[in-house]
């Protein structure tokens, strides 16, 4: 199975320690445990996989919500069928490619690719997990400046962490800087994406983007060690709040981007 990890070269000077603080020895770890075993029986066992844990969290500048442009990114793996390809959602060592989806799109016009999460509840109300509709009322209300023209999908089963870092990460940043945005928030939906938003949101806030992540799983969330997070007490797969409960998914929105207005590290909230 391959397992080549393309050269993308560096972020910017010290950028990769900053994401994964010990890429070597997780890297030794993931081949010789989970990737040793998958190879040999074709099964991912996750009891033997080695989660990324970082002890420092990146510190960063807050920023005024009225006063942004704020960059989505979602891990559920949407895209747009007829014009992009679908994430390559069976592949067991994940696909680390994103589609760019225009904010302003019809939720009837997003399909989804990710084999590893239930995605009825996303089905039923898209906002469950990808709150564009909140975002641009609060856009409308003056208490967002801007929604970027685009947001990011990824499908966020990534098992080798290096590979977020190598080929996952230089594509956000680089529309991350495109669009000009100086604010993030990432909403994961699965133990894996929790990992790889966690990595992306610590990649942004070194680069002078302040990010903020809404998420069930505090406990994976914890290890990655971002800048800022909240985390719900909702049902798997309905991160902002049960579908058609657009109360709750306002309420948790709110207290996500809320987190913006503060320098980071933060503690954790619990909503």
């Not at 302003?104 to 590893?116: G, L, R, V």
């Not at 990432?186 to 938003?197: E, N, T």
Request: charged share 20%; net charge negative; glycine share 4%.
């Amino acid at each position: 199975m391959n397992i080549h990890v393309s050269n993308t070269g560096s972020l910017r000077q010290n950028t990769d320690l900053s994401i994964v603080e010990q890429p070597m020895e997780w890297l030794e770890a993931f081949q010789d445990n989970w990737l040793a075993h998958l190879e040999k029986t074709g099964e991912a066992n996750w009891s033997v996989y080695s989660r990324v844990s970082n002890k420092f969290t990146p510190s960063g500048k807050a920023v005024r919500l009225s006063e942004s442009r704020l960059l989505f990114i979602s891990s559920v793996g949407a895209y747009l069928p007829g014009s992009q390809d679908p994430f390559d959602e069976f592949n067991p060592l994940g696909d680390y490619s994103t589609r760019l989806i225009p904010s302003s799109t019809p939720f009837d016009e997003i399909d989804y690719a990710n084999a590893q999460i239930d995605l009825s509840a996303v089905q039923q109300d898209p906002q469950t997990l990808l709150p564009l509709e909140h975002l641009h009322r609060l856009v409308e209300k003056g208490k967002l400046g801007e929604l970027a023209p685009e947001f990011i999908s990824f499908n966020g089963y990534h098992p080798h962490a290096i590979r977020v870092v190598k080929e996952l990460i230089p594509s956000i940043l680089k529309t991350a800087k495109r669009h000009q945005v100086n604010a993030a928030l990432l909403v994961p939906c699965s133990p894996l994406c929790v990992q790889s938003a966690g990595l992306v949101a610590r990649a942004l806030e070194v680069n002078g983007i302040a990010t903020t992540i809404s998420t069930n799983n505090g406990k994976y969330v914890k290890l990655t060690a971002p800048p800022r997070a909240t985390i719900s007490n909702q049902a798997p797969n309905c991160v902002l709040g049960a579908p058609h409960n657009h109360a709750r998914q306002q309420q948790v929105l709110a207290a996500t981007l809320a987190l913006l207005e503060q320098d980071a590290p933060l503690e954790f909230i619990e909503i």
